[in-house]
Antibody, heavy 121, light 112 residues
Framework: QVQLQESGPGLVKPSETLSLICTVS????????WSWIRQPPGKGLEWIGY???????KYNPSLKRQVTISVDTSKNQISLRLTSVTAADTAVYYC???????????????WGQGTLVTVSS | QSVLTQPPSVSGAPGQRVTISCTGS?????????VHWYQQLPGTAPKLLIY???NRPSGVPDRFSGSKSGTSASLAISGLQPEDEADYYC????????????FGGGTKLTVL
């Protein structure tokens, strides 16, 4: 059974960089797309972007200037970096397998439990 | 403002049938992208409920069904049970956003 686990600081100061890691177990990250999705407290889901195991990426246009997603196949990990954060970036961040607009990969079939990141001084 | 529009809330008594709509446009659902549905129980991560408009992953009861027509999609839940009380989200893609993933704003289902 594929399992995803997000990890990283729970508190980030405004204007600094948010960095999270998703570790995948129970399966290889190869040949799949991997997304980050976030959910502000009490609000809905927002797609941040995806990466293919070979490194190609696509980002939400509204976040494109802030976001970098990378992959480390040797560690079975996907990383998220979000620069110049503000309080509006406070959210639960989920690592998800899929959510790329390609047949068979277009839905999120495995989700991490999510990690809350609060942006505050 | 979400690209896909869902009603904020729906409710029904145990045993009843409810439907949740997901309205899009010609650049997302109407462009031919499939619609997927997720169930989010309180305090947990979303779970895939329906994929490819009308398909259920293994383990999802057949009380849950999905459909798509034109620029809209619907999730139907029959034989409502108390454990169905959750938030439900639709998801697709939008060609005007270069194929970005898009979600509905979510619908809170209350079982009376």
């Amino acid at each position: 059974q594929v399992q995803l686990q997000e990890s990283g600081p729970g508190l980030v100061k405004p204007s600094e960089t948010l960095s999270l890691i998703c570790t995948v177990s129970g399966g290889s990250i190869s040949h799949y797309y991997w997304s980050w999705i976030r959910q502000p407290p009490g609000k809905g889901l927002e797609w941040i972007g995806y990466i293919y195991h070979r490194g190609s990426t696509k980002y939400n246009p509204s976040l494109k200037r802030q976001v970098t997603i990378s992959v480390d196949t040797s560690k079975n990990q996907i990383s998220l970096r979000l620069t110049s954060v503000t309080a509006a970036d406070t959210a639960v961040y989920y690592c998800v397998r899929g959510v790329a607009p390609y047949s068979g990969y277009d839905r999120g079939d495995y989700w991490g439990q999510g990690t809350l990141v609060t942006v505050s001084s | 403002q979400s690209v896909l529009t869902q009603p904020p809330s729906v409710s029904g008594a145990p045993g009843q049938r409810v439907t949740i709509s997901c309205t899009g446009s010609s650049s997302n659902i109407g462009a031919g992208y499939d619609v997927h549905w997720y169930q989010q129980l309180p305090g947990t991560a979303p779970k895939l409920l329906i994929y490819g408009n009308s398909n259920r992953p293994s383990g999802v009861p057949d009380r849950f069904s999905g459909s798509k027509s034109g620029t809209s999609a619907s999730l139907a839940i029959s034989g409502l049970q108390p454990e169905d009380e959750a938030d439900y989200y639709c998801q697709s893609y939008d060609s005007s956003l270069s194929g970005s993933g898009v979600f509905g704003g979510g619908t809170k289902l209350t079982v009376l």
